[in-house]
């Protein structure tokens, strides 16, 4: 059974940074997809970044520039790197994985950013 746990999340200040930690237990070598989600109150889950197994990724327009998504392989680790930091980044940090075609998710990390 594959579990994710997010950790990284917190208050920043606008402009300000936040690296986003998910750890993968169990047996991710033949991944589809990893990736990060958020949802703000009152609006949908939305596609952050993605990196499939390929190694290309993908980017919400309004993200490009400003967070880049890495995997550490070795440690079963999906890294959000997130600058420049907006009141608009606010929401819940939400980590997917697709792993044989199936949909796996995380309890989600709170970002908060704010003066």
């Known amino acids: 059974q594959v579990q994710l746990v997010e950790s990284g999340g917190g208050l920043v200040q606008p402009g300000g940074s936040l690296r986003l930690s998910c750890e993968a237990s169990g047996s991710i070598f033949n991944f589809n997809a990893m990736g990060w989600y958020r949802q703000a109150p009152g609006k949908q889950r939305e596609m952050v970044a993605r990196i499939f197994s390929g190694g290309s990724t993908a980017f919400k327009d309004s993200v490009k520039g400003r967070f880049t998504i890495s995997r550490d392989y070795a440690k079963n680790t999906l890294y959000l790197q997130m600058n420049d930091l907006r009141p608009e980044d606010t929401a819940l940090y939400y980590c997917?994985?697709?792993?044989?075609?199936?949909?796996?998710w995380g309890q989600g990390t709170q970002v908060t950013v704010s003066s």
């Open positions: 997917n994985l697709v792993l044989n075609y199936i949909n796996y």
